[in-house]
């Protein structure tokens, strides 16, 4: 079994609801480690939705920075789901103490630690034009970076487009 899955894909293209039922197969109890803030009513919405869709079953812990304190702190047996890793690296980048790097190797390292599997997700943030200012294109390359250290360690990477699944990398190979 797979014990570090990434999954990625763009935008709406039905990553999250794929990891959900992967993490759902994986057990009765799940975790959901939220790393969205809801800073409008939009983002109220989305954060709404993902609790509708998730239902029963779930345990949300919300942290939207110390990711891999909340890892550490959920590892058992139920699998974790980790939503997502493009806003905690969004958050590490906005906060003035924010060190992403630091963070970065800290969640790989954490990572590694685990014995109950952990389903990241991401967006895929590289596959469209260069942005036109500063801030967008250093977080286009940070993403690109987190997302190609945590497929270097994951057991199992996932890019999922229009709601179907391809598996990139698959643990058993």
Not at 66 to 92: K, S, Y
Request: one cysteine or more; aromatic letters at 4%; proline letters at 2%.
């Amino acid at each position: 079994m797979s014990r570090i899955i990434l999954v990625t894909g763009g935008a709406k293209s039905g990553k999250s609801a794929w990891a959900e039922a992967r993490a759902e197969a994986l057990g009765a109890s799940r975790i959901y480690i939220a790393t969205a803030q809801a800073f409008d009513a939009e983002m109220e919405a989305r954060i709404a939705e993902h609790l509708t869709r998730r239902g029963a079953g779930w345990t949300t812990v919300e942290q939207p920075r110390e990711l891999a304190q909340a890892l550490t702190e959920t590892d058992g047996d139920a699998p974790r789901l980790v939503d997502c890793l493009t806003l905690w690296l969004t958050n590490e980048m906005l906060a003035e103490d924010g060190d992403w790097r630091g963070a970065l190797e800290t969640l790989v390292a954490t990572l590694s630690r685990q014995t109950a599997p952990v389903i990241l997700v991401t967006n895929e943030v590289g596959s469209g034009i260069v942005p036109d200012n500063a801030l967008a294109r250093r977080f286009q390359d940070a993403a690109g970076v987190v997302n190609q250290a945590i497929g270097a360690i994951a057991d199992e990477v996932v890019l999922v487009v229009a709601g179907q699944a391809l598996t990139i990398k698959d643990g058993a190979a």
